[in-house]
């Protein structure tokens, strides 16, 4: 046990109020841990000084991996000698997060041993992460963490931690085996996982439908949106149900439609399917009366990124539509394409999606075998930069168009 | 003392393992979904089993004593099942419709925040601060934390026009891409 050790006049406001409190989470684990205690400190010293403590640097990891453990120490060891350490450790999560009691005690216990007791859960990327330890305990902890079944997540130039919506598990709406997909895919990429040698990071992500609940349209390098073929099916029957329920349907639905392919008499609902764009509003809004049919497939999407270095960038179409069927070889060539063609041709620290608005559209889709189709330009009026060669106008010119 | 012996590459554990024997039977097979309340809904299956579930918030940073507390919760009325979602939230998953009421009653009573489902403010999604990154312009999880003490009310009852999705991030790299 050990006491309190710093005042924390600023920190101790932020245990009062509603919200879960951070602050009583790292007081928990200090009641255990110096390192702990010690965070409380140095926090409560970056609230009334307003600058951080930390150092990055040095390299730190298990045996064999380049990844998973992000070295961090205190610039200030003297006054707090319990962070002199506080390496990060990340625990690849299992697909759509879902845990058991017994597996998240195993976790508490682990880290307890070898750690602050605290945890991310989870961090933005996907990881379970575990915060604050030192550079002896890595392989302990690698060793007693791996031995029951857990293995660590991407950092550095790496392929990330992919992760994914729940999908098929609790959604109706899943057009896709986000699940398993991402499982599989990352136990294909386990080696440029725990091995950095990529010009920057890679992240994947997975929903089962366009509602997209991983939001990774916004920020992963690939993009996996669940989508389908068919036709909407409607119940009338459970629309006149909303109806009657007060859905103002109209207003809602009809008129919130993107395509405005959808009209409604007050009697039948009809939805005109070649110009619907799968966007998801109607289906979910009304889910006891339209669901999809049809084929199931996804979109693969490319280039988000967050700002640093150039600017962000949302992930945009590159395949309209990919069948996923276990062993989801074509998606898995797919991608070992794309990063061969983003290896050659970026400099370091260059994303994916970067490199694509460098270069051009044709080079890209070229190497990986997709043909170029409108459904890959941005928006209206925003053309897929794809740069025309000479043999194009060669060929226009052979059959004598012009 | 010994340690056992290290595997690598091996990836994470298979998600199967921790699936609820009714998620499992209906994987893909579920039919619609009810919002009960801001912090319960139902989904409901082809074949018209039910699962319940229960949401409430985090402040991401947990301490292992309150990953057992929580774990506990989940023995007493989920059989042990339990997921996070995306925005951190943690997400109790009741097979038992007797449980529905209990399990709410006991996160009120232990404090917990439950809601954060439907056209709300759910979890804000955030990154490290001064809690451990070396390039935090700003904390992270102090600015959350006093943000969501004021918006309160829309993540427990308060419905809005739409779902909204906030976010912190204390530097331009943006890590995870907050969204
Ligand atoms: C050989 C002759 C021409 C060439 C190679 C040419 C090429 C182009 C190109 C590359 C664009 C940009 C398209 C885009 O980024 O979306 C463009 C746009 C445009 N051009 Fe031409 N152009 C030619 C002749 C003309 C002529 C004679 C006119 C008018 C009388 C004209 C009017 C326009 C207009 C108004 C736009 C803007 C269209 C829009 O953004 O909606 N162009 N042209
Ligand atoms: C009083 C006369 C005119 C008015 C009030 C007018 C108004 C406009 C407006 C409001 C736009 C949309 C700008 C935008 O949102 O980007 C536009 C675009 C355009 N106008 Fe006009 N216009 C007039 C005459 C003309 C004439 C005489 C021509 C051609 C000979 C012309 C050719 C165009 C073209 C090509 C565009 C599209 C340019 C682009 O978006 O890149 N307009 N005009
Ligand atoms: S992204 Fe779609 S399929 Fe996945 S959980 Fe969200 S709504 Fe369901
Ligand atoms: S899915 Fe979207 S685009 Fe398609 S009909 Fe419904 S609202 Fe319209
Ligand atoms: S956003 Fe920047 S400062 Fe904040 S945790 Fe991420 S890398 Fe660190």
Redesign the interface.
Known sequence: MSKKKHETPM?DE?K???????????E??AVKSET?ND?LG??EK??RTRR?????GGIVG?L??GGGVIG?YTSLPEEFPGVKF?H?VRI??????????????E??DI??KYGS?????????GDLVL??TNTESL??I???Y??????LGGSGSAMRTP?C??G?????W?NI?T?EIN?QL??EF??EL?RPAFPYKF?IKTSGCAVD???SI??ADLSIIGTWRGKIQIDQSEVQNYAKKGMNINAEIVNMCPTQCITYDGKEMKIDDAECSRCMHCIAKM??ALRPSGERGATLLMG?????VVG?LLSWVIVPFIKLEPPYKELKELIRKMIEWWDENSKPRERIGEVIEIKGMRSFLEYIGVPPSPAQVKWPRKDPFIFFKDEDFEKVFKKGKY | MS?????????????E???PPV?KKN??K????EVINPGLMV?VAEGGDK?W?VRV????????????E???I??KFCG???????R?NVEF?ISDEKNVEPIQKELKAKG??IGGIGPRISNV?H??????????CT?A??LV??M??EL?DY?TTKELPNKV?LAV?CC????????
Request: charged letters at 20%; proline letters at 5%.
């Open positions: 920190l932020l009062k109020g509603p919200w879960p409190s951070f602050v009583k989470e790292i928990k684990a702990a965070t140095q926090v970056s609230y951080g403590y930390w150092k990055h298990v064999g991996y961090r506080f990060t690849n999560q299992p697909s759509g997060w879902f845990y058991t009691s017994k597996a998240l005690r976790i508490c880290w307890d007791g605290l945890t991310n859960i989870h961090g933005s990327t915060l604050g392989e302990a690698f060793a007693e791996s031995s029951r079944g857990w293995d992760s919506c729940l098929p598990a609790r959604c109706e899943s085996n699940l499982y990352t136990q386990q080696d725990h992240k609940c991983v939001a916004a920020r889910t006891k988000s990124k967050a700002p640093i962000s | 340690l056992p012996q290290r595997k690598t590459d091996i990836g994470p554990p298979h998600y393992q921790f699936l998620i994987l893909g579920w039919k619609y979904h989904h699962i579930t918030a985090s402040p991401r940073i947990l301490s292992t004593d309150t990953i057992r929580i774990s506990d989940a023995d042990g099942y339990l997921r996070f979602t995306s951190n998953l917990y925040t999604i990154t490290q601060g001064w809690v451990h990154c070396h390039s935090a904390d999880s102090g934390k006093a969501m003490d309160y993540f999705r991030a331009v790299n943006m890590c995870g891409a907050v969204h």
